[in-house]
């Protein structure tokens, strides 16, 4: 069984498989050859693995095999296929990855950011907006959505009715514990780096932020997860 850990990039993906790994000792792999996260951060603390097989092969097996992915929900995810679907705002995962890309030269931060805001894909990780949709369109109980900001505020209540759902033989690990975001920032600070829902208010200028809303599919996405378009009033000032 394939339990897809789901998330367009920056959206708590990481620290996502840091609580599974932590709370049920569950070691996730990755849908890509290479797991640039946990060479960066380490396999133990992420509980990383290899892939045992092949998707088909993993999908066959009675016990849950969970891939980290960050593309669009596409050809190689089954329509049975249970995922764990975490959401962020999308204007603070595109700040975040933005900043992650500009990490050697942070002058380049707003043309990152502007050029992730205007990703079109119909494949791979595609923009935002469509990466958000495509995974929760159609809603179905077996792919579960999850929110940042609910994860952060208390990652065992959080995940605990998730993990009950599509992988319910998983038992809780004795004296299970999860490192605080504190503690990650100290094993690497640029990595976890504000880890605050909100973070675009004073990182987004005015004009990217009226980029982000004049695309539809992450009108659509927005409107989906409940937040709410802000007023002019509201908008972050240049």
């Given at each position: 069984m394939i339990v897809w850990v789901a998330s367009f990039p920056r959206s708590g993906n990481t620290f996502l498989r840091i609580v599974l790994h932590r709370l049920y000792g569950v070691r996730t792999s990755t849908v890509y050859?290479?797991?640039?996260?946990?060479?960066?951060?380490?396999?133990?603390?992420?509980?990383?693995?290899?892939?045992?097989?092949?998707?088909?092969?993993?999908?066959?097996?009675?016990?849950p095999h969970f891939v980290k992915t960050h593309r669009q929900r596409e050809v190689e995810v089954d329509e049975e296929d249970r995922a764990i679907c975490l959401v962020r705002d999308g204007?603070?995962?595109?700040?975040?990855?933005?900043?992650?890309?500009s990490e050697e030269d942070?002058?380049?931060?707003?043309?990152?950011?502007?050029?992730?805001?205007?990703?079109?894909?119909?494949?791979?990780?595609?923009s935002w907006g469509t990466s958000v949709l495509s995974w929760l369109r159609p809603s179905v109980p077996h792919r579960v959505v999850l929110r940042y900001e609910d994860l952060i505020r208390d990652p065992h209540a959080t995940v605990a009715p998730i993990i009950?759902?599509?992988?319910?033989?998983?038992?809780?690990?004795?004296?299970?514990?999860?490192?605080?975001?504190?503690?990650l920032r100290g094993h690497d600070d640029l990595f976890f780096r504000r880890g605050r829902t909100g973070s675009y208010q004073n990182e987004m200028r005015t004009e990217l932020h009226q980029l982000f809303w004049s695309r539809i599919d992450n009108q659509a996405a927005m409107a989906l997860l409940g937040y709410p378009r802000p007023h002019d009033d509201q908008v972050p000032q240049s």
């Open positions: 050859d290479v797991d640039g996260v946990a060479e960066r951060l380490g396999m133990d603390l992420i509980g990383f693995t290899d892939r045992p097989g092949s998707l088909p092969e993993m999908r066959a097996a009675d016990e204007r603070d995962a595109l700040v975040s990855w933005a900043r992650q890309a942070p002058n380049t931060y707003e043309d990152e950011l502007r050029s992730k805001i205007l990703r079109v894909s119909a494949g791979g990780t595609g009950a759902t599509v992988a319910p033989a998983l038992g809780l690990r004795a004296e299970a514990a999860v490192p605080s975001l504190d503690e």
